[in-house]
């Protein structure tokens, strides 16, 4: 992932934050219902979603396989006053991975091939602690063509269909596609297209659904 690692450190190197500072809209709602905890931020970047959970009382762990994102990660949570456990890690390596350890994981428009996104997505849901919940948010194929950001090649887009499949073994409360106007910076900007996903892994782990996805 030497490669991918480079495109993003080039990314997160200038001064201006490439996604800005305010976390995620989706992120930030579901978050506020949920008492804090432990919580997990799987491809997190330059921190604004980190921070903003730290500020709210949740002892946070975030990981990252870019150097750069790290160090403005760690200057915006001193900026605003409160620490992170920031780990420079390769997702695919599944180093991260504490079974039954987070009270809440979020991917944030963290995409990845098909076999490491099934390894990523299965590793997240054997780190959630009984009872926690799991947040996603990602672009979905219909935002190819879109100029808002997002990968450009398909098979890195999520189907809620897909992310049904990678979850579930835990409840299904929120999995559907839909338009949004994105305002995160100079790399998330306009109209796009998303699916969001909450899930929560019941206390006895078995395998139920809420809700099924749709679109």
Do not use: C
């Not at 001064?15 to 305010?22: D, L, M, Q, S």
């Not at 946070?60 to 890690?89: C, H, I, N, P, W």
Request: proline letters at 5%; a negative charge.
């Amino acid at each position: 992932m030497t490669h991918a690692a480079d495109f993003w450190d080039a990314r997160y190197e200038a001064e201006a934050y490439a996604y800005g500072t305010e976390p995620n809209a989706y992120f930030r709602r579901q978050l506020d219902a949920l008492p804090p905890g432990r919580l997990l931020l799987l491809a997190e970047g330059e921190g604004r979603n980190a921070v903003y959970a730290a500020r709210k009382g949740w002892q946070v762990t975030a990981v990252d396989f870019s150097d750069e994102a790290r160090a403005k990660a760690q200057r915006l949570a001193a900026s605003q006053g409160v620490r992170l456990d920031y780990r420079v890690e390769d997702l695919l390596n599944l180093a991260w991975q504490q079974p039954a350890a987070y009270d809440a994981i979020g991917l944030i428009y963290a995409h990845f091939p098909p076999a490491e996104r099934q390894a990523v997505h299965a590793a997240a849901v054997a780190s959630l602690a009984p009872g926690g919940h799991l947040l996603l948010e990602a672009f979905n194929p219909r935002q190819l063509g879109l100029s808002s950001g997002g990968p450009r090649e398909a098979e890195l887009l999520y189907e809620p269909a897909q992310l049904a499949a990678d979850f579930a073994g835990l409840t299904l409360l929120e999995n559907h596609e839909l338009g949004v106007v994105l305002d995160e910076g100079s790399f998330h900007a306009g109209p796009a297209n998303v699916v969001r996903l909450l899930a929560r892994r019941t206390t006895n782990s078995t395998s139920s659904t809420e809700l099924t996805y749709s679109i």
